[in-house]
């Protein structure tokens, strides 16, 4: 096969993966589905390409190329080609392993609507739970497509040398421009709550408890109506099935030990008070649901934890102590930073690198013009769940706009070199596992010229 056909497999395949299947996107209803291709067992819907098509347009953001319908095809067959020998193989995708990405996907979807059900459901014309069951079936079928590919391409290595030919071969004027790039560190701080707060939250929740363990009320129409957790909440408190290790730690030794839809003693947690009934429980899997009650933070609380956090500044800047020292002794346990020295990773691409641009707007204006090893004034910030805590962010270092250089940018040239190795192991394996495994392409896309060259390659194909 040509070398161009290889680039095109190995940069599209990565972005198929990526896309999220099922994304239940407000596609044209009047279109009547249809079988488009066949791979194996698997088939390729009218409205998967539809949908996919639609998911690059948005992520672009600009005019995609006149073939790229052909090329989202193309990108689909190579994952049914996935899913359909893993099938084969036995890759094994747990249920658990699906609801916690699904729940991922919902948790980013709460965020984006601001933690409000109700406008997802308004937006998108079903509930929470709809939504995930319209998922399942997709995602499962994305984790193991995901799993395939990891076992076609856990062995490719690359060694320096490969990395060096990898960037000589890229012509000088095609070299990538890398804009500024940051790391930083922070500190995160909780302001505590105060005594007479947290009395009256735990005053609520025990006054749920009785109401329910004793006055027989509905659990779950109690949780939809005072539950401060606002994604379960709407739900009627339920969690949904959960694996252990997904709890904190005080939630889980409680939900373990109920008997079935028993209501459990009220229970603390980082997050406030909670009372929990089990529904159901499969081994080290557990159905419940519950009801938070979280103590009121004031206004003086807010006050008191930026002063305090000012102090602190004070104290990192007179060298009094380091951030290291300030992270470890006033910083909040439960931040991911917390155990990585105050390191703050980039969701996006896995390490502590960030574009300027790529910052939530409070650190972009709070560092902007700081020199490397400054400290910024505390800055208020708020958790994915509306909560509100104070930061202080330390510049560690910043880098200047500039061409790829192989010294100064060596782990992206790196991760480049292999993310292209391990194109190249997918496009051999495709191909050799097209020789032998049955696809058909219908009337409707046949003409394209990347699927004549697959169907080229596929030795079962009938007409």
């Known amino acids: 096969m040509k070398h161009t056909h ?3 497999f190995h940069i599209l395949f990565a972005a198929v993966l990526l896309a999220p299947t099922g994304s239940f996107a407000q596609t044209e209803k009047a279109l009547i589905d249809r079988v488009v291709a066949t791979v194996g067992g698997e088939i390729i819907l009218l409205s998967e390409v539809e949908e996919q098509f639609s998911y690059a347009v948005q992520q672009q953001q600009q005019q995609l190329p006149d073939d790229f319908r052909c090329i989202t095809v193309q990108n689909l067959i190579v994952q049914k080609l996935l899913v359909n020998q893993a099938k084969l193989d036995s890759v094994e995708v747990k249920d658990d392993d699906v609801e916690n990405q699904l729940n991922a996907r919902i948790d980013r979807l709460m965020l ?10 308004d937006y998108y014309g079903q509930g929470i739970e709809e939504i995930k069951s319209q998922l399942r079936d997709d995602m499962r079928s994305q984790l193991l497509a995901e799993r395939m590919q990891g076992e076609i391409t856990n062995k490719a290595t690359i060694t320096p040398a490969e990395v ?64 401060d957790d606002a994604g379960s909440g709407s739900q009627g408190g339920d969690l949904g099935w959960q694996k252990r290790g997904t709890f904190v730690p005080e939630f889980e030794a409680m939900v373990y030990k109920l008997e079935l839809n028993q209501v459990s003693p009220v229970v603390e947690t980082q997050f406030g008070f909670h ?7 499969r081994g080290n899997v557990v159905h419940s649901r519950h009801i938070l009650i979280k103590p009121e933070i004031t206004d003086a609380d807010f006050e008191a934890a930026e002063k305090k956090l000012d102090s602190i500044r004070t104290s990192i800047v007179s060298n009094n102590i380091t951030f290291s020292q300030a992270v470890k002794k006033f910083g909040d346990k439960n931040t991911a930073s917390y155990n990585n020295d105050g390191r703050v990773q980039n969701p996006g691409t896995g390490t502590t690198y960030f574009e300027v641009a790529a910052l939530e707007t409070d650190v972009f204006f709070a560092i902007d013009g700081l020199q490397p090893g400054d400290v910024t004034e505390p800055i208020p910030s708020r958790a994915p ?50 020789q032998s495994t049955y696809m058909s392409i219908g009337d409707m896309y046949q003409n394209c010229p990347n699927l004549q060259e697959l169907l080229r390659s596929n030795t079962v194909s009938r007409p």
């Open 6 to 8: 290889s680039t095109v």
């Open 112 to 121: 984006y609507f601001n933690q409000d059900p109700k406008a997802i459901e």
């Open 164 to 227: 060096l030919r990898f960037f000589n071969a890229i012509p000088k004027d095609s070299l990538p421009y890398f804009n500024s790039e940051v790391e930083i560190r922070e500190l995160v701080y909780k302001p505590p709550v105060n005594s007479e707060e947290k009395a009256k939250a735990k005053a609520r929740i025990e006054e749920l408890r009785t109401r329910i363990v004793e006055g027989g009320e509905d659990f779950a129409t109690l949780a939809k109506r005072f539950s």
């Open 275 to 281: 009372i929990i009934q089990s529904l159901e429980r």
């Open 385 to 434: 769940d509306g909560e509100k805590y104070y930061r202080l962010v330390l510049l560690q270092s910043r880098s200047k706009p500039h061409k790829a250089d192989l010294k100064q940018d060596y782990n992206k040239i790196q991760l480049a070199a292999l993310e292209q190795k391990k194109g190249q192991y997918i496009e051999k394996w495709v191909l050799d596992k097209l």
